[in-house]
């Protein structure tokens, strides 16, 4: 995956529709991954509760809380 400046991925998000973003960073990174295909087709349906659940599971896979990590990302959003 190609590094983004974080301050690059803030203005993004707040400038356009992060499920736009999200997706197009997906796409961008993971054209054959089928994984990635699969969440996009997931949020396609809207399937979040899928989503949530391998978000879920793999941030416990790296010890992290998901609920933590939501909490600290929107709040970034919201202070930059």
Known sequence: ????NPMNLMMMLKQGNPRQV???I???NYP???RMNQL???ADRG???GLQKI??????????NFSAEMSNLMQSIRNF
């Open 1 to 4: 995956m190609a590094a983004m």
């Open 22 to 24: 999200a997706m197009q």
């Open 26 to 28: 997906i796409q961008n």
């Open 32 to 34: 054959n991954d089928p």
């Open 40 to 42: 996009i087709q997931m």
């Open 47 to 49: 399937d979040i509760q």
């Open 55 to 64: 978000a879920e599971e793999a941030l416990g896979a790296q010890g992290k």
